[in-house]
């Protein structure tokens, strides 16, 4: 199914990301969280290191959107293909060491919509709105090689696909 740009506008708006710690260990979050979304909605952990901006996971997910639209993606869930886009590659394994979460005590949790997000706030200890200080996404920018721009960010995420 093809998206248009009315519909990937008005998925941007329903995001939820959040700043997050978790009382389970990063191996059973992560499972945990895949068990919950299933294949309804889109829920992704990510290193705060490594997180830009909010841009850069919204742009991720709108690409993973995008992909699965136009049956282009390389991953076989819309999680994951929106890892694969954030860490601007195409290996799954880099994405996860470039990019995933490495601590469940610390970690960026990106959900598709409000319905998503409720599955997962039992899984949390903490959580607040993810609002990076320009120290913190220059440290990430530099990290992934790339300028502390979300159109330098979006324009080398698009570049990872050719």
């Not at 998206?3 to 708006?13: H, I, M, N, Y």
């Not at 709108?62 to 076989?76: P, T, V």
């Not at 997000?117 to 903490?126: D, E, N, P, Q, V």
């Amino acid at each position: 199914m093809r998206l248009d740009v009315q519909q990937l506008s008005e998925a941007a708006r329903m995001v939820v990301i959040l700043k997050a710690s978790s009382h389970l260990d990063i191996t059973e979050l992560h499972s945990a969280i895949q068990k919950k979304v299933g294949t309804h909605g889109v829920a992704q952990i990510f290193d705060p290191k490594c997180v830009i901006s909010r841009t850069h996971l919204i742009g991720a997910y709108l690409n993973a959107l995008y992909s699965f639209g136009e049956r282009r993606n390389i991953a076989k869930n819309a999680s994951t293909e929106m890892l694969l886009f954030a860490a601007m590659t195409r290996k799954i394994t880099d994405a996860i060491t470039l990019i995933g979460a490495k601590s469940s005590s610390d970690f960026i949790l990106f959900c598709s919509d409000q319905a998503v997000f409720k599955k997962m706030a039992g899984l949390l200890t903490s959580s607040k709105e993810f609002r990076p200080a320009k120290p913190r996404s220059s440290s990430a920018s530099h990290f992934i090689g790339i300028e502390n721009d979300d159109e330098a960010v979006l324009q080398r995420m698009a570049l990872s696909r050719l």
